[in-house]
């Protein structure tokens, strides 16, 4: 990849790579910092990344970078406590999106990111699992789950006008 | 086998099992009467069931980690994975009819099929990176090279650009300061455009301005050694550091200048030659200053034209690029070598002659 290739991949992917780690850290330095990360290590093996190949390569060293960040931290949210949390709103929302962004933020890790990287990014079953280091059998399972957690989490579509 | 503090956990066991001996029971319960600090322990085993009171534990989605299986049927217990596998699109045409029907003998079921299809998370496109800049990198010129060969092209463009400096400062300062060479350097970059100091001399400046200039010449000649004297660096050190100065500066006038051969060799063409060659040393500016080029004999040059990056680049535009800068630098360095060494042994002959 050449360094036009490289800049061109910037305008194209940060955007995306940004909101998915957003979306899971909720904390936007620490998002931007990944994504700079990502982008300094794409940029380190840069002649051994085709273009084609960026994006998912972006995507990946992404994921794992924040796993590590997560991690060291001692955030993640341990599975149990993620169950405890199956509950459905008693509620009104004003809007489903508004809802939906609550869901996701009780979802654990692994099923919060597999399910943005399917909605945000419309990746595959086969890449988000390339991404994630899962097989695609379990990428699925933790998207299923994860829209029965949402689909419990609202509840009734009528609670939402 | 007598119960001690060793073994009790076994006839713990036997007992509420229901496997215990008579004999065992009995002595099972005089040892419990002379170790009280054991009745938590015993009445404790009592409570460890993993058949009781544990709800049944499946697992959900049995039919997604299948594979695609015609043969299943949609009912009233799976139907959430057919739904979600409906907006996800996994569903096959036939597993699709088969969850219309589903849906039309379940008529309560409709809302939280349509609630399923609206599950989508959507990307807030108002949030955006607003780091671009940062992680780009400047691209100097469109041609399709990595950039692993454009740190080599540079760093050997700008290995030229010193050795051809430095060629020219060892005919100025080399071994000649004693005699007053150093002086021709020193009028050769005074002005602006490179002139053979002994024509110039011969032809145009009366006798007069000769004086004036011989006598220019030893004040120069005792600040030069003087400054040499002073600093005590080696030529090549003490002209790498005015030479990356002018690149630091891009005094291009006074590199194209300084590295004029003939007229053969426009001035043009030396300032556009040395402004890509500086854009280049811009795009590289760190990588460059850390290096330690070694620019002092025909050792480098023969390294560098027998290198496999000239020889085998495998990128034409590249490896044509390296090859006609090396040469351009070469036969220039060449001819100003030659012009300088014909111009000092012309003053020297005539110093000589006085």
């Known amino acids: 990849m050449t360094t036009k290739e490289y800049n061109k991949c910037v305008d194209a992917y940060s955007d995306g790579v940004y909101r998915f780690i957003l979306k899971n850290l909720r904390d936007e330095d620490k998002a931007k910092d990944v994504v700079q990360d990502s982008f300094i290590k794409m940029w380190d093996k840069v002649d051994d990344i085709s273009s084609e190949k960026a994006r998912s390569y972006l995507f990946t060293t992404a994921y794992h970078t924040m796993i590590d960040l997560i991690r060291r931290e001692k955030k993640q949210i341990s599975l149990e406590e993620s169950f405890t949390r199956n509950l459905s709103v008693d509620h009104q929302y004003s809007d489903l999106k508004e809802v939906l962004d609550l869901a996701v933020e009780r979802l654990p890790e692994i099923q919060k990111s597999v399910i943005l990287l399917r909605d945000y990014e419309g990746y595959s079953y086969e890449e988000i699992g390339d991404i994630c280091g899962l097989n695609e059998s379990q990428v699925k399972v933790y998207i299923y789950r994860a829209r029965l957690f949402l689909k419990n989490y609202i509840g009734d579509l009528e609670k939402v006008i | ?354």
């Open chain 2, 1 to 354: 086998m007598n119960i001690n503090r060793e073994n009790y956990e076994e006839f713990f066991l036997d007992y509420h099992e229901g496997a215990i001996s008579e004999e065992a029971k009995l002595q099972l319960i005089a040892f419990m009467e002379l170790n009280p600090d054991l009745k938590e322990e015993f009445y404790a085993f009592e409570n460890i069931s993993f058949a009781e009171d544990t709800p049944a534990i499946t697992f959900d989605f049995k039919e997604s980690l299948k594979k695609q299986n015609t043969a299943t049927l949609i009912t009233k217990n799976n139907y959430h994975e057919f739904f979600i596998a409906a907006a996800e699109g996994d569903l096959l045409a036939s597993q699709q009819k088969q969850l219309e029907i589903f849906l039309s003998d379940n008529t309560s079921l409709f809302n939280e099929y349509q609630l399923y299809k609206k599950l989508k998370l959507v990307p807030d496109h108002s949030i955006v990176y607003d780091r671009k800049a940062s992680l780009k990198h400047l691209s100097v010129f469109s041609l399709p090279i990595s950039r692993k060969v454009l740190y080599q092209t540079a760093s050997i463009a700008a290995s030229l650009l010193l050795l051809a400096s430095v060629s020219v400062y060892y005919y100025q300062h080399g071994n000649k300061i004693d005699s007053g060479m150093a002086v021709v350097s020193s009028h050769l970059y005074s002005n602006d455009t490179f002139k053979p100091i002994v024509k110039h001399t011969e032809k145009v400046l009366p006798v007069e301005a000769k004086k004036q200039t011989q006598n220019k010449i030893t004040e120069t000649t005792v600040a030069v050694a003087v400054e040499v004297n002073k600093t005590e660096k080696s030529p090549v050190a003490e002209h790498r550091e005015s030479t990356m100065s002018l690149l630091a500066s891009r005094d291009i006038n006074q590199l194209a200048v300084a590295n004029r051969q003939n007229q053969l060799q426009s001035y043009d063409e030396n300032r556009s030659y040395y402004t890509s060659v500086l854009d280049l040393l811009a795009f590289t500016d760190e990588k460059i200053a850390n290096e330690d080029l070694i620019v002092s004999n025909d050792n480098y040059k023969n390294s560098i034209l027998n290198s496999d990056l000239v020889k085998n680049q495998p990128i034409a535009e590249a490896g044509s690029f390296i090859k006609n800068a090396a040469i351009i630098s070469f036969s220039r360095l060449e001819a100003i070598g030659a012009d300088i060494k014909d111009t000092y042994q012309a003053i020297e002959k005539k110093l000589e002659r006085k």
